[in-house]
């Protein structure tokens, strides 16, 4: 299986896991000692192994996105670059009547035998304290962090 193929049945996965809370079903996509990375956001991080990953994507999801609404836009671009599928999109969270916040994203995912062994969440820096505006006024409660 190509890489894009492996990395769309991954993606495919953990919107599901998004929505039932399912997070098992993503085992076989990351390798035991797989690290993930969020960069240029206020809860940036380094998550090491496959266990911690999961557990931290349920966390993110509980404290924060169940309490939003998210929507991902843009024309999702897609490239592979050796070992590496590299996604170029963007978020964007609301929460009641909260004003939208908005955010590039570019997403790199390495792989190893047909797992992750290491992905990023690279976030437009410029954005970051926009994103802390809106946590002031908007976020009372929530908590987007992975650890």
């Known amino acids: 299986m190509d890489l894009i193929s492996r990395f769309i049945e991954q993606r495919s996965a953990f919107e599901q896991s998004y929505k039932d809370d399912d997070w098992s079903r993503l085992v076989p996509f990351y390798d035991e000692d797989a690290v993930y990375e969020v960069m240029a956001m206020p809860f940036h991080c380094v998550v090491?192994?496959?266990?911690?990953?999961?557990?931290?994507?349920?966390?993110?999801v509980t404290n924060f996105d169940r309490h939003c609404e998210r929507t991902i836009w843009g024309n999702s671009q897609v490239s592979v670059e050796g070992s590496n599928v590299i996604v170029v999109s963007g978020l964007t969270m609301t929460r009641g009547d909260s004003p939208p916040i908005h955010t590039a994203l570019t997403e790199i995912s390495s792989y190893k035998d047909g797992r992750i062994v290491r992905m990023i969440d690279l976030y437009a820096p410029d954005e970051s304290d926009k994103y802390e505006a809106w946590m002031q006024n908007w976020g009372a409660g929530l908590d987007p962090s992975y650890v």
Not at 48 to 60: P, Y
């Open 48 to 60: 090491k192994g496959r266990t911690s990953i999961l557990n931290g994507f349920q966390k993110a």
